[in-house]
């Protein structure tokens, strides 16, 4: 349907996994796609990938836990493509232990990549949204939105990547720039695959999903397409789960 022809993306953390599902999205539907990771074989094989499918796409190497990444990932982006229409704030870290086996290292790396980059990315790419009537689209989790014994720190700076995400939505709406928030549910990539694999995880999601199934990336890709394209013009600080009805049940 080319409901993003024209328009430059950067979606970060789309080596692998929902990223990489949206990145393919996104430039089947038209969009110019700018690949982030950390390793460039693997962000070389997904512009390969996108490449092959007829898309466009290329790969902007940049480690979002170090001071100053962000902005230099960004203004890779604006002078290879003279700016940028749509950020999908989606790489991500996952640390889980309960209160007494968190460290300090473990909580500084899960808030530098969830919360600090987000933060730090949108911020450079504001004007050049501002300019262009761009948007934004955070990828959370469903367990920003419910607990779980483990998950409290990187539960924790999803909730504060939720909270940018209504706070933006008021502030940047009047520049007329869109934010919105993708909930993903428990979702198979390589993040999750481990934890995913215990037995006791496996039962838990079988009786908490009343769709009956773990998700798939490219489930999550309609609903991005979406939040990004002129079809959810007036949708600003909606926060979207596509968790197969676990947030419900």
């Known amino acids: 349907m080319n409901r993003l022809e024209g328009r430059v993306a950067l979606v970060t953390g789309s080596t692998s996994g929902i990223g990489r599902a949206i990145a393919a999205g996104y430039a089947a539907e038209g969009a110019t796609v700018v690949v982030h990771g950390r390793d460039k074989e693997r962000?070389?094989?997904?512009?390969?990938?996108?490449?092959?499918?007829?898309g466009r796409a290329e790969a902007v190497l940049a480690d979002l836990s170090r001071p100053g990444e962000a902005g230099r990932l960004v203004r890779a982006v604006l002078d290879s493509h003279g700016g940028v229409d749509v950020v999908v704030n989606n790489a991500g870290v996952m640390s889980m232990g309960t209160a007494g086996q968190v460290?300090?290292?473990n909580v500084d790396e899960v808030l530098a990549i969830n919360f600090k980059a987000p933060l730090f990315v949108t911020r450079a790419a504001l004007p050049s949204l501002v300019e262009r009537g761009g948007s934004v689209v955070n990828v959370t989790t469903a367990g920003a939105h419910r607990g779980s014994?483990?998950?409290?720190?990187?539960?924790?700076a999803k909730a504060a990547l939720h909270m940018l995400t209504v706070s933006w939505a008021a502030e940047f709406a009047p520049q007329g720039v869109r934010?919105?928030?993708?909930?993903?549910?428990?979702?198979?990539?390589p993040m999750m695959e481990p934890l995913l694999q215990a037995?006791?995880?496996?039962?838990?999601?079988?009786?908490?999903?009343?769709?009956?199934?773990?998700?798939?990336?490219?489930?999550?890709?309609?609903?991005?397409?979406?939040?990004?394209?002129?079809?959810?013009?007036?949708?600003?600080?909606?926060v979207l789960a596509v968790d197969g009805g676990f947030l419900a049940g």
């Open 43 to 54: 962000a070389d094989a997904v512009v390969e990938r996108i490449s092959a499918a007829g």
């Open 103 to 105: 460290t300090e290292e």
């Open 149 to 156: 014994p483990g998950g409290a720190v990187y539960a924790a």
């Open 179 to 189: 934010v919105n928030e993708l909930i993903p549910g428990a979702t198979r990539t």
């Open 199 to 238: 037995p006791e995880v496996q039962a838990m999601l079988a009786q908490r999903i009343p769709i009956g199934r773990v998700a798939e990336p490219e489930d999550l890709v309609g609903a991005a397409v979406f939040l990004a394209s002129a079809e959810a013009s007036y949708v600003t600080g909606a």
